[in-house]
Protein backbone atom coordinates (compact mmCIF):
# COMPACT_ATOMS: atom_id res chain seq x y z
CA UNK A 1 0.00 0.00 0.00
CA UNK A 2 2.55 2.21 0.98
CA UNK A 3 4.05 1.82 -2.30
CA UNK A 4 1.34 2.86 -4.45
CA UNK A 5 0.78 5.96 -1.80
CA UNK A 6 4.62 6.73 -2.78
CA UNK A 7 4.27 6.31 -6.43
CA UNK A 8 0.81 8.86 -6.40
CA UNK A 9 3.36 11.53 -4.42
CA UNK A 10 5.25 11.13 -6.92
CA UNK A 11 3.06 11.54 -9.90
CA UNK A 12 1.78 14.55 -7.75
CA UNK A 13 5.07 16.26 -7.70
CA UNK A 14 5.24 16.17 -11.60
CA UNK A 15 6.06 12.91 -12.79
CA UNK A 16 2.40 12.78 -14.06
CA UNK A 17 0.33 9.74 -15.88
CA UNK A 18 3.92 7.77 -14.74
CA UNK A 19 2.11 6.57 -11.34
CA UNK A 20 -0.34 4.67 -13.93
CA UNK A 21 3.35 3.99 -15.04
CA UNK A 22 5.10 4.77 -17.88
CA UNK A 23 6.11 7.41 -19.50
CA UNK A 24 3.75 6.05 -22.45
CA UNK A 25 -0.20 6.87 -21.08
CA UNK A 26 -1.67 7.95 -24.28
CA UNK A 27 -2.47 11.84 -24.68
CA UNK A 28 -5.40 13.09 -26.40
CA UNK A 29 -4.73 16.33 -27.17
CA UNK A 30 -4.81 17.08 -30.94
CA UNK A 31 -1.22 16.81 -32.53
CA UNK A 32 0.20 15.36 -29.41
CA UNK A 33 2.60 12.09 -29.70
CA UNK A 34 0.40 9.02 -28.63
CA UNK A 35 3.39 8.76 -26.26
CA UNK A 36 3.94 10.72 -22.94
CA UNK A 37 7.47 11.77 -24.13
CA UNK A 38 7.94 10.22 -27.02
CA UNK A 39 8.75 13.30 -29.02
CA UNK A 40 9.68 12.32 -32.42
CA UNK A 41 6.36 9.79 -31.94
CA UNK A 42 7.72 6.24 -33.11
CA UNK A 43 6.04 4.79 -29.95
CA UNK A 44 9.53 4.53 -28.24
CA UNK A 45 10.92 6.62 -25.02
CA UNK A 46 14.57 7.12 -24.83
CA UNK A 47 16.87 8.59 -22.18
CA UNK A 48 17.32 11.94 -24.50
CA UNK A 49 13.39 12.24 -24.73
CA UNK A 50 12.68 11.57 -20.85
CA UNK A 51 15.52 13.96 -19.81
CA UNK A 52 13.49 16.65 -22.48
CA UNK A 53 10.17 15.51 -20.56
CA UNK A 54 11.69 16.03 -16.80
CA UNK A 55 13.51 19.41 -17.57
CA UNK A 56 9.95 21.00 -19.32
CA UNK A 57 8.34 19.30 -16.10
CA UNK A 58 11.30 21.20 -13.63
CA UNK A 59 10.43 23.77 -15.29
CA UNK A 60 6.66 23.86 -15.29
CA UNK A 61 7.20 23.48 -11.29
CA UNK A 62 9.87 26.15 -10.69
CA UNK A 63 7.30 29.00 -9.84
CA UNK A 64 9.69 31.67 -9.06
CA UNK A 65 12.17 30.59 -11.72
CA UNK A 66 15.21 30.15 -9.05
CA UNK A 67 16.64 27.04 -11.13
CA UNK A 68 15.45 25.31 -7.32
CA UNK A 69 12.50 23.38 -6.61
CA UNK A 70 11.41 24.38 -3.24
CA UNK A 71 9.10 22.07 -0.69
CA UNK A 72 6.58 24.46 -1.37
CA UNK A 73 7.09 24.75 -5.09
CA UNK A 74 6.33 20.67 -5.00
CA UNK A 75 3.82 20.40 -2.52
CA UNK A 76 0.28 19.32 -4.90
CA UNK A 77 -1.60 21.69 -5.94
CA UNK A 78 -5.30 20.42 -7.52
CA UNK A 79 -7.20 17.58 -7.29
CA UNK A 80 -5.19 15.33 -9.28
CA UNK A 81 -2.42 16.74 -7.34
CA UNK A 82 -0.29 17.89 -9.95
CA UNK A 83 2.71 20.00 -8.42
CA UNK A 84 1.92 23.87 -9.92
CA UNK A 85 -2.14 23.89 -10.24
CA UNK A 86 -4.25 25.76 -8.27
CA UNK A 87 -4.78 24.86 -4.84
CA UNK A 88 -7.08 22.37 -3.54
CA UNK A 89 -9.64 23.69 -1.01
CA UNK A 90 -8.83 23.50 2.75
CA UNK A 91 -9.85 20.13 4.26
CA UNK A 92 -12.92 20.19 6.37
CA UNK A 93 -12.21 20.85 10.02
CA UNK A 94 -12.08 17.53 12.23
CA UNK A 95 -15.14 16.23 13.92
CA UNK A 96 -15.98 17.50 17.99
CA UNK A 97 -13.91 15.16 19.77
CA UNK A 98 -11.36 14.38 16.94
CA UNK A 99 -8.06 15.14 15.71
CA UNK A 100 -7.80 17.76 12.99
CA UNK A 101 -6.58 16.48 9.94
CA UNK A 102 -3.24 16.86 9.02
CA UNK A 103 -1.67 19.54 6.99
CA UNK A 104 -1.52 19.47 3.27
CA UNK A 105 1.62 18.12 2.14
CA UNK A 106 2.90 16.43 5.58
CA UNK A 107 3.88 12.88 5.91
CA UNK A 108 4.68 11.53 2.55
CA UNK A 109 5.09 14.09 0.11
CA UNK A 110 7.47 15.55 3.28
CA UNK A 111 9.64 12.07 2.80
CA UNK A 112 9.70 12.05 -1.01
CA UNK A 113 11.18 15.84 -1.07
CA UNK A 114 13.61 14.57 1.07
CA UNK A 115 14.32 11.27 -0.94
CA UNK A 116 14.82 13.80 -3.68
CA UNK A 117 16.48 16.18 -2.19
CA UNK A 118 19.84 13.84 -2.28
CA UNK A 119 22.42 16.62 -1.23
CA UNK A 120 20.27 17.87 1.84
CA UNK A 121 20.20 21.65 1.06
CA UNK A 122 16.28 21.89 1.77
CA UNK A 123 15.63 22.41 -2.33
CA UNK A 124 15.60 19.82 -5.29
CA UNK A 125 17.47 21.44 -7.79
CA UNK A 126 17.62 20.53 -12.00
CA UNK A 127 20.39 17.87 -12.04
CA UNK A 128 18.73 15.79 -8.45
CA UNK A 129 15.29 16.16 -10.31
CA UNK A 130 16.82 14.55 -13.54
CA UNK A 131 18.54 11.88 -11.52
CA UNK A 132 14.86 11.02 -10.21
CA UNK A 133 13.75 10.61 -13.57
CA UNK A 134 16.40 8.55 -14.72
CA UNK A 135 15.75 6.43 -11.83
CA UNK A 136 12.74 5.80 -12.46
CA UNK A 137 13.42 5.15 -16.20
CA UNK A 138 16.08 2.50 -15.09
CA UNK A 139 13.38 0.56 -13.15
CA UNK A 140 11.08 0.90 -16.83
CA UNK A 141 13.83 -0.19 -19.14
CA UNK A 142 14.12 -3.59 -17.77
CA UNK A 143 16.03 -5.19 -20.70
CA UNK A 144 18.48 -2.24 -20.15
CA UNK A 145 18.50 -0.72 -24.07
CA UNK A 146 17.84 2.86 -23.00
CA UNK A 147 14.14 3.09 -24.91
CA UNK A 148 10.85 2.09 -23.00
CA UNK A 149 9.17 0.10 -25.28
CA UNK A 150 5.15 -0.59 -25.74
CA UNK A 151 5.98 -3.66 -23.83
CA UNK A 152 8.14 -2.54 -21.03
CA UNK A 153 5.18 0.30 -20.57
CA UNK A 154 2.31 -2.82 -20.32
CA UNK A 155 4.85 -5.02 -18.30
CA UNK A 156 4.72 -1.86 -15.83
CA UNK A 157 1.50 -0.81 -15.94
CA UNK A 158 0.66 -4.63 -15.04
CA UNK A 159 3.04 -4.09 -12.34
CA UNK A 160 0.95 -1.22 -11.00
CA UNK A 161 -2.05 -3.01 -11.31
CA UNK A 162 -1.33 -6.06 -9.57
CA UNK A 163 -0.09 -3.84 -5.97
CA UNK A 164 -3.48 -2.23 -5.98
CA UNK A 165 -5.02 -5.22 -6.30
CA UNK A 166 -5.90 -6.00 -9.99
CA UNK A 167 -5.16 -7.91 -12.78
CA UNK A 168 -2.97 -7.37 -15.56
CA UNK A 169 -3.27 -3.90 -17.90
CA UNK A 170 -4.87 -2.61 -14.18
CA UNK A 171 -8.32 -4.17 -15.09
CA UNK A 172 -10.35 -5.26 -12.17
CA UNK A 173 -9.38 -9.52 -11.23
CA UNK A 174 -12.19 -11.23 -13.55
CA UNK A 175 -15.30 -12.20 -11.27
CA UNK A 176 -14.96 -16.04 -9.48
CA UNK A 177 -15.51 -19.51 -11.26
CA UNK A 178 -19.54 -20.37 -10.90
CA UNK A 179 -19.74 -23.10 -7.72
CA UNK A 180 -19.58 -26.12 -9.33
CA UNK A 181 -22.92 -28.01 -9.96
CA UNK A 182 -22.99 -30.26 -6.31
CA UNK A 183 -24.13 -33.99 -6.71
CA UNK A 184 -27.37 -34.72 -6.14
CA UNK A 185 -28.34 -37.57 -3.74
CA UNK A 186 -29.05 -40.84 -5.12
CA UNK A 187 -26.95 -40.33 -8.65
Known amino acids: MNRVILAAALASAG ?17 AP ?3 GDADGDG ?10 ADA ?14 ADEMRPRGPMGGAGMAPPPPPPPGA ?6 PPPGAGRGE ?7 TNGDGVIDREEYRAQAMRRFDRLDTNKDGKIDPAERQAARDAMGAMRGRGP ?5 PPPP ?4 ADKPGQ
Do not use: H, W
Request: no cysteine; aromatic share 4%; hydrophobic share 40%.
Open 34 to 36: AVR
Open 169 to 173: GGDMP
Open 111 to 117: RMFARMD
Open 96 to 101: EGTAPP
Open 15 to 31: FTAIAAIGPGIAQTAPG
Open 57 to 70: RFDRIDANKDGKLS
Open 44 to 53: IVTRAEELAR
Open 178 to 181: PPAP
